[in-house]
Structures are given as structure tokens and as C-alpha cells.
């Protein structure tokens, strides 16, 4: 393994200090001179048409300076899907009719949040409910009420403008369905009669929250010059300035996202919000600022949710244990807009698709609309809901055969080298190392079947590094300074997952410089290059690839300049330290600094700027097929391989998770303690989605939609974690490096089901595992 | 189960404030304003119902400046008295209380939130009236009486009669909670307070149980024994038929499973009514079982 | 109707005019400028918003700003001194007990509170100390390690 200077090392981020001393602003945070605050009016309704809205006593209001309704906004739509197949359905405020409860139907501007909130109650708005359907099974029977109707594009879709040469069309809503998905290849049904046992099974997985602890936030300024400012809570500010350039109307190129903090993500921040529109929407209106900072109830009811699944899983084995086919089937509600349903539903099979080798399968899926919250990704999308279902029958299989649920998975995973139906190939992966370093690591053989109420359980998970979405690539910026430092330029958004400091340790090391030696500009859109964003799983793999390639156009201009200081030959010039030495004679060295002037003075002023660009998948211009599976997805998987241990109080039903355990193939750590704390995170994260977490719904209402009734871990909650990296290199990765922010939560999640049916002998089919359920579960076991 | 329409923006709306410095002060502006003014003390409860816009008092009446109200005072053979001021940490934190009604202190430290049990009173945890409100399974059990302080009078009340329905107490409309007492334990006396969460280990309770249980080790007849529950019913309750079952009676096992049924019984849980009666009887069991110990542990 | 009311924040006296509905999470945001206290729910059930008021740590969104007159308020903000990091910040940069750092400001001074009333807590009274500071990002492993090691260095056992 080579040793490296900067990357592979714990460094503390360099965003540190500033957020321990609360110097970081967030766009919360940030006042502009002559700022409105804008806040929001929502349906009280899960389904009704507006007959009429009257503003004007709102309006009238001293300190009002605009109202806004759908006629303001009319006709534009965007989405996180907006395809020529799929035209965007959400609308910044609602039109005719609401779908949810919680749309937004109308928003002031007023000179503070007091005065604001005063004139939302003074909208009147003439509401005429109709019948509303919140089941999606329900939804798909002929004569349930219709969400949707035909929805018309009517501009050209993001795809469009984005380069796929096919028309928008417009979207016929059958029973409800919004999005389709079927996969397929080998032939299931021979899979199936060549098999010696097969087992079907249905999963239920609810909506859950991402819960950041920073709600969701828009600051929008139209400046002199008619650009417009925004400073946002986001993952990816190309995103961003795509959809706010179109739903405004303006050049793309007069929309600009400042660097703010952001106080986490998990995916639920990632497509435009309503509110960001209408923040801008609002500035452009007023010719001032405005904010728009939700409430922590609107961010539940609002601002999006993971999805809700129904998979049924059917699996054909040998039996021995080798997998020959496998069907699933899948209801997704998206709520009552498609959301990013056709993505999950796809998700659902491609993040599965790295781990076993299935020689045949089938994958279906269905969107339906319902008159609920709109579901989005959320860290794993889709991979979560899969792996619950697909990890829980694969164990019952395994009890089924007397095979231990350890030895089956490594029968089926897959190994490096492995081409997928797709096309993407394993250049590296971990899976198999990791099942066997943690079944050495927690003892398994020894605590399978220990019983006395505890239990120990598996659970493995894929995910990709990155993948063709709009912008498509990343690009970066070194640039030398005289003294010796180097100025970086990347787009990548800071959440909390550690890339402005990751992004730095690989600028640096490619320099030989040190940490502290790089400036950081990151995530302003004028500043810096295009960028992939937070939200693809292409952070190291895409932006940091991009970084690698600018610090090393930028070494090699330095090498050249250095190579005629020194009279020296390229290959006999090495850095380290600030300084360019000759290997062959190290007392010949030249400094940085003196190599930025000489190349400015001796070479016309050129003071020596780097620049790399990367893209997730080269060979492929776009996304491969969303409803056909085909073609190439991704260029490298991450893996985790979890093991959770549990202790079930046999007359409470409580579970207390002792132990998590996870191994991680997440290629090279560019950062160490980063990586451990993505793991330990998503440890946290997984065992909520299994104990705690749920979106309660009654009649379309989330009837819990606060921090005292949706609970997520606290610290007297937490396991002890350990982390067993995988030895691995990614060989297309900066570094060898590859993703690791979103794989393990599924694992866990997994792990955890598993290890709590392990203690109580008996299986729990939906998420989240309550007392009752259990309790349930063992008064019909042996039934 | 409506939620006003603006109630998600959680921002409060207008109200007028006023400082009282003595006991009368808020109790004749209790009687100006009947019904329109709401005391504030902690503010933990209030202000997240008026964020909400479940409650919109026209006046927030603020006691905490009156003075003397924030004491916790024990001797011998008069027992404990606690101001209605006191904040459910200073309670939780208190040696006296950790001492000698150490049930008392668990369930105040249950309470909440590190920061919500530095700011909540136990007066004000007592005037919510709410059927989960963790203090009280120990105040049932430790018979504690509460005094009730208007213009016109001053009683003192048993708290066993001060829930009336879920946040409705027997405090009149111009009263003001003073104090609470609490006797002496008595001798061979141990208590203990048992809980359920509703999911998280810091989330609200689910089931509360707190028992007071004055025993002989020696002949292991158990003299008395009070039930208190929370979280299972309208209001906080006392198990009385489950406790006169054990009362006089040599204490054995299969005797505690039958007086932890008949608590079980007691509890008519609005939801997750199963679960919670479940519970009640294994919290029940499970510290009444503590309780014996405790009492057979301590030397006489 | 606004009153005029004096708050002593981080050892300064501030005179501003509010009216009694504003909590002392939006004067100190709003009003003075010290945007470090967050708010996340403003409902209590988070502790982001956290101060510690006469030593002791509260929830500021429940607390109305004309209630917190004459009471000694620490934020964020006075917790670094003439630049120099309080050991509790240095710890958690150094044990990486923060990622997106939105529950951190919070989650810093339930700890100091901690600390100072209690110099030497067992693990269990650091979680306890902490139990009302929720926080997503970390998983609290690394937060519960950063305070126990400024423990254990003020005890000499550590030097770090």
C-alpha cells in the first residue's frame, strides 16, 4: 500500500473551527440589507379544488409587500423526473386544485416573520374537498378518485433541454399510476422450475423522514444587475440553477448560488422546493430580499419523504443455497406527486443487482398516486426498502434449508471481476472479504442460535459512485499562488459529510502540499466549476476525481517550469513539502513561490492554474434506461456488509441493539475518521428506521410531524459501533477511492431485522419492528 | 384531531404580559381576566401549545418573580414540602429527595429533557392535568396534598382529587398551586418508579408505574401498598383494587402476578390500549419485586 | 406593543425593544445578531437552541425574551475566550464529534454545563448531559468520546 502525505490521514475538517464556535453562517443565518420574510399558506385539504382565493385583506396589510397565488405562477411545473416519458407534475403553488395536505396554495413577503404570519390568515381560500384516496392499492382500482389528470408538458422537459433528442409528450394518468418500471433478464420462470425450494414473501416499508436538524431555507436576491442570489440548504447547486432559471424564466447564467453552510442533508434536499421558487419568485416581485425559513412541522408535512413500498419478493434456490431466480414486484406511493417514483422503483433493482449473482430475474414496479406526502430520496433510495425485503426472505431461506445465513450469502455475492447484466463491471469488491472479516470479528458461528432472547443478524448492501444526471460531470480549478499555497476551486456542496475537507486533502496531496497550504473556495456557482453534486454517491469518485486531475494538470506545469529551473529531467523531479528537489541530487531544489514568479516573469505572465474535469460513467452520455434497466449505470459500487446484535426483552418486547458492526468496501479512505463517521452515522440512522421511525398518516394528515412524535435515536439509544474496513483499491477512483455516504444504511437496517428475528424466532414483514408487532409475531409463531 | 390551519408555522400569537410579584397579584388577575390569562412559570408547556395554536390566552401572567415558591424543605415527623417553583431538575438533583423519596426524584429526572426539567416547575408539571405527566405515579403513592391558594382562601387538597379528566384539574379558575407536602416515609418502606417509553429511551412515557410498599421483611407481610399509574388513563390513577389485594397479605409471587392483573384492569388506555395494559402488568410486577428487595436489603 | 428590555449575553448588556411574544432563540438571532443559537424546531424537543442560562442549559425557543431579563445567558458565541477555544470546542474538532455542525453550538454548551457542575461524569452522565441535544449527522459515538477525553484530560490522565 503506498504511503501517502495527506490523503489516507484522520485529518480534523477544515470547516471545524468555524462551526464550533458558531461562526458558520447557514443561509438562516443571513441577513440582507431591506430582507422580507415570505412564509407559506398550505392545504388544510388532502384532496379539494380551489374555487376561489382572496388576498386582498392580506394584502392591504401594513408591512405586506406582495401576495402570491397559483395565477402568478401559472402553468410552469418542475420535478426531480421530468423525461420525455415522464413530464414534470409539481407546481410551486397549487392551481386549480390541491393534491396533499400541505401544498403550498399561497405565500407573502412582509417586513417580518410576525406580520407575514398574520396576513397568511388573512387569505381567505374557497376550498371545495373532494373524495380523496390515501391507500395505493386502493388507488389503482377503477373508479378510485383521480389525483392526476392527463398532464400536459408545457414547455420542453429537463431531458430535452439537456440533450435527449425525444419530445416531451403528454402523460396519460391510468388508475392512478405515475411511473412504470419492468426489468428483466434470463428467464425467471425456468429459474424457477430449476429450482429445489422457493419462498414468496411481502414486504411493507413506510415513509420516513430525513429529518436534518437544519429545516429547509431559501434567501433569494434579484441584485442591480438582474441576477439572481440565492443562498440555499441544498446538495448540488447546477440542480438548483437548472430549475430556477427555467420556473423564473431567466439565463441560466443569471442565477447564482452562494456558498452557505448547510446543516445536513440525507437526500432531502436535493430537487427545487416550492419555497425556493417562491422566495425568488417573491425578491423578483418586491425588487428586495427574501427569506423563506420553514418550520420544522412544514419540513415533515412538505418537504418531502423516503419512500413507501409494498415489495413482493419471490427467490428459487438450490438446495445448497445457490439463488437461480428471483421476482419482484413492488407498489410504490409517492404520494401525491411522482417525486422521484421512477428512480427508486429502478434504484430498487440496481442497487440490489451488484450483491448476488441472480442468473435470472424480474423486476416490477408500479408509482401510484396518492392524496399524501411526496416521497424523494433519501440516503440509499431505494436500496433501503430492497434490501430490508430481499436480506429478510434470503435468511428465512436459509432457515428454511438449515444453511447458515452467513454461508448462503457468500455462495451468491459477487467478486471482483464481475460484468453485470447492465454492462457495469466490478473492478473491486469487497463483499465476500467483508462477510468473512465480520463473521470473524462478532464471533457469529458462536452467537447464531446462542438464543437466551439475543440474536445476531446480517445484511449486505451495494451502492453506486455516481451516475449520469444533469450536469453530468464535475469540473475544478487549482490554481498556485505566490506564496506558495494553492486556491481550489470546487463545486461540491459541504453537508456535513466532510468533502470540503476530502476535496483539500486530495489537492494537497497531489501537490505536496499540506492541508493547511490549501484554500478552499467551494460551492458558489461564479466561482466554481460544474459540479455533480452531493446526491449521486459521486462526491470522491466524480468532484474528487475531477480535483486529482486539476492538482495534477498543475503538477505537471510545475514539473515542466521546474524541470528547466533545475536542469533537471521530469522524471527525476519529485514535491514534497512545498518544494520541487531533484530525487537524484535532493539538495537541488526550487520553492513553489519561486516556481509561480519565474513562470509569470519568464513565461508570459502565466502564474500557473490546473484544471480537471470527470464524469461517473465516460462511455455514456446519458442515463441508462429507467424502466428498462438496460444499459451502463455506474462505474464502481461501494459495499457494506452489516452485522447487528440484539437483545429482545422477552415480556416488554424491547429490542436494545448492543452491537453494530459493519464492513465497508468503500475503496480507498481519503479521509479516515470521515469514513468511520459515514458508517457510524448511518448506523445511527439505520436502527432508527428500524425501532422508531415512522410518518404517520391519518386520512392524508402526517399526524406526527414534530420532533416530540417522530423520534429519531438519541444518545442513550446508540449501539457500540465497530467499523472493519475492507481492504480495497478502486482502480478509476482518486485514489482508489469510491462512495461510502449512503451505502450502509440498508445494511443495517437489514442487519437489525435479521438479528431481531434470529433473537425471537419468528419474522416481522414491515418496518418499523414495534413491541406489538413482536409480541404479535411470537403469539402466532408455531401457528 | 384538527390542527388550526396556521398551526404549522409554529410562531406565537399576540398576547399581553404581565409580571405578578406577590400571590395575590396573580390571583386577582386570574379573577379580572376569568378564562382570558394563562400563568406562566416554565413556559415548557404553554408556549408549545400556543406555538401550536391550540391555546391563545389574552394574557400570559408570569409568577416566577414572586418569591418564595422555589424551596424543597424536609423535617422529621412533618415530611417533605416542595414550592410550586421548583424546577423538576432541582427535584430530580436534590439529596433529600434522593434519600428519602428517591421514586420522587427518578420520575422528575425522567421528565423531558435535561433542558425542559431546568425550566419546568413541578407546579406547573402538576397543573397540566395531563395523563402522562410523569411526577405523578409518585405523588399518588407518596400521598401527597397540594395547596391551593386564591384571594378568598386557602385549601389543602389530596392530590388523589385533583385530576378531574385529561387536562382538567380542580384548580379554580383564580387559584394559584402553592406547595406541595408530602409525610414522612413511613418505616419498612421502599418505593420505586418503573417506566416504558413510547420508542426512544428519551421519548414520553408510555406506561408509568410507581409503587410505595411498607412491608415486614421478617414475616414478609406486606402492611400497605399504594399503585400509581400514568399514561393509561384519562388521568394519573391509583390501582386501589390491586393494591387492597395485597395489603395484610404475605407477599409471594404468584400474589404479585394476580394484584399486577388487577392493575392492568384498572388502566383504560385511549391507544395502543393492548400494549399498555400489557405493560402495566409487567412494570407493575417488575417493581413490586423491587420494592420487596429493597425493603428485605435494608437493615432495621 | 414593544417594550424595552436588557439582556446580559456572553457578560454584555444589551438594551432592545421587543415585544413579548418573541423568544429569546429569535432576539438573540434577530435582534442582537448572534446567529450561532439554531433553531431547528422550535418546540424544545431538539436542543438546538440551546443556551445556558445562570449555568444551567435551556431550551431558548421556549423562553420569552422579556422572561430572561436579568438572567447571566451564555451562547455559542462567548464560549471561545479572546479567541483562544474552550477545551470542549478543540476536543470535538479533534475527535470529529461534528459534521454538518447545525446541532453542535447546543450540544457544546449542555456539555459545559455538565462540566462545570460535574468535573469528572461517568459515561452515563455525559449521555444523560446530552440526552436533549438530538443530533443526526455523527451518530454521538465521537460527541460522547470528545467530552469524556477533555475529562479525562483535565484529570491529568491525558494530555492531548
Known amino acids: 500500500m503506498k504511503e501517502y502525505s495527506v490523503v489516507g490521514k484522520p485529518l480534523t475538517r477544515v470547516d471545524g473551527r468555524v462551526k464550533v464556535t458558531g461562526q458558520a453562517q447557514y443561509a438562516g443565518d443571513i441577513t440582507l440589507p431591506n430582507m422580507l420574510y415570505g412564509k407559506i399558506l398550505r392545504s388544510p385539504h388532502p384532496h379539494a379544488k380551489i374555487v376561489n382565493i382572496d388576498t386582498s385583506q392580506a394584502e392591504a396589510l401594513p408591512g405586506v409587500k406582495a401576495v402570491v397565488t397559483g395565477r402568478d405562477t401559472g402553468g410552469i411545473r418542475f420535478g426531480f423526473v421530468d423525461t420525455p416519458r415522464y413530464p414534470a407534475d409539481e407546481y410551486p403553488l397549487a392551481i386549480d386544485k390541491v393534491r396533499y395536505i400541505g401544498e403550498e396554495v399561497a405565500a407573502v413577503a412582509a417586513i417580518d416573520e410576525i406580520t407575514a404570519a398574520e396576513a397568511l390568515s388573512l387569505i381567505?381560500?374557497?376550498?371545495?374537498?373532494?373524495?380523496?384516496?390515501?391507500?395505493?392499492?386502493?388507488?389503482?382500482?377503477?373508479?378510485?378518485?383521480?389525483?392526476?389528470?392527463?398532464?400536459?408538458?408545457?414547455?420542453?422537459?429537463?431531458?430535452?433541454?439537456?440533450?435527449?433528442?425525444?419530445?416531451?409528450?403528454?402523460?396519460?394518468?391510468?388508475?392512478?399510476?405515475?411511473?412504470?418500471?419492468?426489468?428483466?433478464?434470463?428467464?425467471?420462470?425456468?429459474?424457477?422450475?430449476?429450482?429445489?425450494?422457493?419462498?414468496?414473501?411481502?414486504?411493507?416499508?413506510?415513509?420516513?423522514?430525513?429529518?436534518?436538524?437544519?429545516?429547509?431555507?431559501?434567501?433569494?436576491?434579484?441584485?442591480?444587475s438582474d441576477k439572481l442570489n440565492v443562498w440555499l440548504s441544498h446538495m448540488s447547486?447546477?440542480?438548483?440553477?437548472?430549475?430556477?432559471?427555467?420556473?423564473?424564466?431567466?439565463?441560466?447564467?443569471?442565477?447564482?448560488?452562494?456558498?452557505?453552510?448547510?446543516?445536513?442533508?440525507?437526500?432531502?434536499?436535493?430537487?427545487?422546493?416550492?419555497?425556493?421558487?417562491?422566495?425568488?419568485?417573491?425578491?423578483?416581485?418586491?425588487?428586495?430580499?427574501?427569506?423563506?425559513?420553514l418550520s420544522r412541522e412544514e419540513v415533515f408535512t412538505s418537504c418531502r419523504l423516503s419512500h413507501r413500498m409494498i415489495i413482493n419478493v419471490k427467490t428459487g434456490v438450490k438446495s445448497g443455497g445457490t439463488i437461480m431466480a428471483q421476482e419482484v414486484n413492488l407498489i410504490n406511493d409517492p404520494g401525491a406527486y411522482r417525486g422521484s417514483s421512477p428512480v427508486v422503483m429502478f434504484l430498487a433493482h440496481s442497487f440490489c443487482n451488484p450483491i448476488y449473482n441472480i442468473p435470472n430475474l424480474k423486476h416490477k414496479g408500479i408509482g401510484v398516486y396518492t392524496n399524501k406526502a411526496i416521497c424523494m430520496p433519501k440516503r440509499g433510495h431505494g436500496s433501503p426498502q430492497a434490501r430490508f425485503a430481499i436480506e429478510s426472505q434470503l435468511d428465512m431461506i436459509a432457515e428454511d434449508l438449515g444453511i447458515d445465513p452467513a454461508e448462503i450469502r457468500l455462495k451468491n455475492v459477487r467478486k471482483t471481476g464481475d460484468v453485470l447484466p447492465n454492462g457495469d463491471r466490478l473492478d473491486s469488491c469487497g463483499l465476500g472479504m467483508g462477510i468473512w472479516r465480520v463473521v470473524e470479528a462478532t464471533k457469529w458461528k458462536q452467537k447464531r442460535g446462542k438464543g437466551n432472547n439475543q440474536g445476531i443478524g446480517m445484511g449486505l448492501a451495494a451502492m453506486f459512485s455516481g451516475a449520469a444526471y444533469y450536469p453530468f460531470g464535475s469540473g475544478a480549478i487549482v490554481k498556485l499562488n505566490a506564496d506558495g499555497t494553492a486556491t481550489l476551486f470546487t463545486g461540491q456542496a459541504e453537508f456535513g459529510q466532510g468533502s470540503d475537507t476530502a476535496m483539500s486533502q486530495i489537492a494537497a496531496e497531489v501537490l505536496g502540499l499540506t492541508l493547511a497550504d490549501i484554500v478552499l473556495v467551494s460551492a458558489d456557482s461564479e466561482l466554481c466549476p460544474i459540479d455533480i453534486g452531493g446526491f449521486v454517491s459521486a462526491g470522491i469518485f466524480v468532484s474528487g476525481e475531477a480535483v486529482r486531475r486539476a492538482a495534477a494538470d498543475a503538477r505537471q506545469q510545475l514539473l515542466d517550469n521546474a524541470a528547466e529551473a533545475l536542469g533537471a529531467k521530469i522524471d527525476?523531479?519529485?514535491?514534497?513539502?512545498?518544494?520541487?528537489?531533484?530525487?537524484?541530487?535532493?539538495?537541488?531544489?526550487?520553492?513553489?513561490?519561486?516556481?509561480?514568479?519565474?513562470?509569470?516573469?519568464?513565461?508570459?505572465?502565466?502564474?500557473?492554474?490546473?484544471?480537471?474535469?470527470?464524469?461517473?460513467?465516460?462511455?455514456?452520455?446519458?442515463?441508462?434506461?429507467?424502466?428498462?434497466?438496460?444499459?451502463?449505470?455506474?462505474?464502481?459500487?461501494?459495499?457494506?456488509?452489516?452485522?447487528?446484535?440484539?437483545?429482545?426483552?422477552?415480556?416488554?418486547?424491547?429490542?436494545?441493539?448492543?452491537?453494530?458492526?459493519?464492513a465497508d468496501d468503500s475503496g480507498f479512505s481519503i479521509n479516515p475518521v470521515n469514513v468511520q463517521g459515514q458508517l457510524e452515522s448511518q448506523a445511527v440512522m439505520g436502527m432508527g428506521d428500524v425501532l422508531f421511525e415512522e410518518i404517520v398518516t391519518d386520512e392524508g394528515r402526517i399526524i406526527n410531524p414534530s420532533f416530540a412524535d417522530y423520534k429519531i435515536p438519541g444518545v442513550c439509544d446508540i449501539a457500540e459501533f465497530r467499523h472493519i474496513p475492507v481492504d480495497s483499491i478502486e482502480p478509476k477512483g482518486?485514489?482508489?477511492?469510491?462512495?461510502?455516504?449512503?451505502?450502509?444504511?440498508?445494511?443495517?437496517?437489514?442487519?437489525?431485522?435479521?438479528?431481531?428475528?434470529?433473537?425471537?424466532?419468528?419474522?416481522?414483514?414491515?418496518?418499523?419492528?414495534?413491541?406489538?408487532?413482536?409480541?404479535?409475531?411470537?403469539?402466532?409463531?408455531?401457528? | 384531531m384538527a390542527t388550526p390551519s396556521l398551526g404549522y408555522l409554529l410562531t406565537l400569537p399576540k398576547f399581553d404580559y404581565l409580571e405578578a410579584k406577590t400571590i395575590e397579584e396573580v390571583c386577582s388577575w386570574l379573577a379580572e381576566y376569568k378564562g382570558k390569562a394563562k400563568v406562566i412559570a416554565g413556559g415548557t408547556d404553554l408556549l408549545v401549545s400556543m406555538k401550536k395554536r391550540e391555546l391563545s390566552p389574552q394574557y400570559i401572567i408570569n409568577i416566577k418573580a414572586i418569591p418564595d415558591l422555589d424551596y424543597i424543605?424536609?423535617?422529621?415527623?412533618?415530611?417533605?414540602?416542595?414550592?410550586?417553583?421548583?424546577?423538576?431538575?432541582?427535584?430530580?438533583?436534590?439529596?433529600?429527595?434522593?434519600?428519602k423519596f428517591r421514586l420522587l426524584a427518578t420520575a422528575c429526572n425522567k421528565v423531558g429533557t435535561p433542558q425542559v426539567r431546568n425550566m419546568g416547575t413541578i407546579g406547573g408539571n402538576i397543573g397540566n392535568g395531563g395523563p402522562s405527566q410523569d411526577?405523578?405515579?409518585?405523588?399518588?403513592?407518596?400521598?401527597?396534598?397540594?395547596?391551593?391558594?386564591?384571594?378568598?382562601?386557602?385549601?389543602?387538597?389530596?392530590?388523589?382529587?385533583?385530576?378531574?379528566?385529561?387536562?382538567?384539574?380542580?384548580?379554580?379558575?383564580?387559584?394559584?398551586?402553592?406547595?406541595?407536602?408530602?409525610?414522612?416515609?413511613?418505616?419498612?418502606?421502599?418505593?420505586?418508579?418503573?417506566?416504558?417509553?413510547?420508542?426512544?429511551?428519551?421519548?414520553?412515557?408510555?406506561?408509568?408505574?410507581?409503587?410505595?410498599?411498607t412491608a415486614d421483611s421478617a414475616s414478609g407481610l406486606c402492611q400497605d401498598i399504594k399503585i400509581g399509574l400514568c399514561s393509561v388513563a384519562p388521568t394519573p390513577i391509583r390501582a386501589k383494587q390491586a393494591e387492597e389485594l395485597l395489603q395484610g397479605k404475605r407477599i409471594e409471587t404468584s400474589l404479585i402476578e394476580q394484584v399486577a392483573e388487577l392493575a392492568a384492569e384498572a388502566t383504560s388506555p385511549r391507544s395502543r390500549a393492548d400494549y399498555r395494559r400489557q405493560m402495566t402488568r409487567v412494570l407493575v410486577k417488575r417493581a413490586i419485586n423491587e420494592v420487596w428487595q429493597k425493603i428485605k436489603q435494608t437493615i432495621t | 406593543m414593544k417594550q424595552l428590555i436588557l439582556l446580559t449575553v456572553n457578560g454584555e448588556a444589551y438594551e432592545v425593544a421587543v415585544e413579548p411574544r418573541m423568544t429569546l432563540l429569535d432576539v438573540l438571532r434577530d435582534n442582537l445578531g448572534l446567529t450561532g443559537t439554531k433553531k431547528a424546531c422550535d418546540l424544545g424537543n431538539c436542543g438546538s437552541c440551546t443556551v445556558l442560562l445562570d449555568s444551567k442549559p435551556v431550551v431558548s425557543c421556549l423562553l420569552l425574551a422579556v422572561d430572561a431579563q436579568g438572567r447571566d445567558i451564555l451562547t455559542i458565541e462567548g464560549l471561545a475566550k479572546n479567541g483562544q477555544l474552550h477545551p470542549l470546542q478543540?476536543?470535538?474538532?479533534?475527535?470529529?464529534?461534528?459534521?454538518?455542525?447545525?446541532?453542535?453550538?447546543?450540544?457544546?454548551?449542555?456539555a459545559k454545563a455538565l462540566l462545570d457542575s460535574n468535573p469528572e461524569p461517568t459515561e452515563d452522565e455525559v449521555k444523560e448531559a446530552i440526552s436533549g441535544n438530538l443530533c443526526r449527522c455523527t451518530g454521538y459515538g465521537n460527541i460522547v468520546e470528545a467530552i469524556l477525553k477533555v475529562v479525562r484530560s483535565k484529570k491529568g490522565d491525558e494530555i492531548r
Open chain 2, 135 to 213: 411526577a405523578i405515579p409518585s405523588l399518588l403513592v407518596l400521598e401527597a396534598k397540594l395547596r391551593l391558594v386564591s384571594l378568598s382562601r386557602e385549601r389543602i387538597m389530596p392530590i388523589q382529587d385533583f385530576f378531574i379528566a385529561p387536562f382538567r384539574t380542580a384548580l379554580n379558575e383564580a387559584e394559584l398551586l402553592t406547595e406541595i407536602r408530602i409525610p414522612p416515609p413511613p418505616p419498612h418502606s421502599a418505593g420505586s418508579y418503573h417506566w416504558l417509553t413510547k420508542t426512544t429511551t428519551d421519548d414520553e412515557t408510555l406506561v408509568g408505574v410507581a409503587v410505595l410498599m
Open chain 1, 124 to 224: 381567505e381560500v374557497d376550498y371545495e374537498p373532494m373524495p380523496a384516496v390515501f391507500d395505493p392499492e386502493e388507488a389503482l382500482k377503477d373508479g378510485a378518485p383521480k389525483v392526476h389528470e392527463e398532464i400536459v408538458p408545457t414547455t420542453t422537459c429537463a431531458w430535452q433541454d439537456w440533450g435527449v433528442a425525444r419530445d416531451a409528450r403528454p402523460y396519460k394518468v391510468v388508475n392512478n399510476i405515475c411511473a412504470t418500471v419492468s426489468i428483466s433478464y434470463g428467464d425467471s420462470e425456468q429459474g424457477f422450475k430449476e429450482s429445489d425450494y422457493v419462498r414468496e414473501d411481502r414486504f411493507i416499508i413506510p415513509a420516513t423522514s430525513h429529518t436534518a436538524m437544519e429545516p429547509h431555507v431559501a434567501l433569494a436576491n434579484f441584485d442591480s
Open chain 3, 90 to 110: 478543540q476536543a470535538f474538532i479533534d475527535y470529529s464529534a461534528l459534521q454538518c455542525g447545525f446541532c453542535t453550538p447546543g450540544m457544546l454548551l449542555s
Open chain 1, 572 to 662: 527525476d523531479l519529485d514535491i514534497a513539502n512545498g518544494r520541487i528537489y531533484v530525487k537524484s541530487n535532493p539538495e537541488k531544489t526550487v520553492s513553489f513561490s519561486q516556481i509561480v514568479r519565474d513562470s509569470i516573469q519568464k513565461h508570459n505572465g502565466d502564474s500557473i492554474i490546473g484544471k480537471g474535469f470527470c464524469k461517473p460513467v465516460p462511455e455514456i452520455e446519458f442515463y441508462p434506461s429507467l424502466s428498462k434497466g438496460t444499459g451502463r449505470f455506474t462505474d464502481a459500487y461501494g459495499f457494506a456488509i452489516a452485522v447487528a446484535e440484539v437483545e429482545v426483552d422477552p415480556e416488554t418486547a424491547r429490542v436494545k441493539v448492543i452491537r453494530i458492526t459493519i
Open chain 2, 73 to 99: 424543605h424536609y423535617a422529621d415527623g412533618e415530611g417533605l414540602s416542595i414550592g410550586a417553583l421548583t424546577t423538576l431538575q432541582s427535584i430530580a438533583d436534590s439529596p433529600i429527595i434522593k434519600d
Open chain 1, 237 to 293: 447547486y447546477e440542480v438548483k440553477r437548472y430549475w430556477l432559471a427555467k420556473t423564473l424564466g431567466i439565463p441560466i447564467s443569471k442565477v447564482r448560488v452562494h456558498k452557505a453552510f448547510i446543516g445536513g442533508a440525507f437526500g432531502g434536499k436535493i430537487n427545487l422546493f416550492p419555497y425556493e421558487f417562491l422566495a425568488a419568485f417573491l425578491s423578483r416581485k418586491t425588487g428586495q430580499p427574501v427569506r423563506i425559513v
Open chain 1, 734 to 783: 482518486p485514489f482508489g477511492g469510491k462512495e461510502v455516504g449512503e451505502c450502509s444504511r440498508a445494511a443495517v437496517i437489514a442487519a437489525i431485522a435479521n438479528a431481531i428475528c434470529n433473537a425471537i424466532g419468528a419474522r416481522i414483514y414491515s418496518l418499523p419492528i414495534t413491541p406489538e408487532k413482536i409480541l404479535e409475531a411470537l403469539k402466532n409463531k408455531g401457528k
